[in-house]
């Protein structure tokens, strides 16, 4: 599997479960409750070993799109708790060692979010929609091909 469909695949069923949508993949509508996958960068090299393989990352966001007020009420609190537990629940599947399907050459170390709460990444006043961006990365090893 290529590590992009790995990607996507590992998302999608959360996506389903709480948005009830498809996950985009480097594209990000105007509508909401919609899950985009927006890849940064693929096999950036962290360190490399000789003749075995090299550590390198794998950098993503997501991209979570929600309804957004102007008015005194509790919709963008909403929207950013939703956008944290989706955050969380990234950090408890790198807490359970549950990761993408890489190919057989690689092997996943770690899946980490790269800040501490979503980024209110842009607003859409007269939409009414608000988009959280959540910014992560993805450790492996790959070796080598002989």
Known sequence: MI???AMKAFFEPKVKELAGSILNFNFSPESPDSFSFVTNYSDHVRKKYVRVGA???YAFSI???KEYSTS???LNLEAMNFAQAFMDWIDGQ???KNYPDFPDNCEIRKMEVLQNMPNLAGTNVTAGLARYMIQCRLVYFEKESR
Request: glycine share 0%; aromatic share 0%.
């Open 94 to 96: 790198d807490r359970l």
């Open 72 to 74: 005194a009420d509790d």
């Open 3 to 5: 590590k992009h469909d």
């Open 55 to 57: 550590e390198k990352e």
């Open 63 to 65: 991209i979570i799109t």
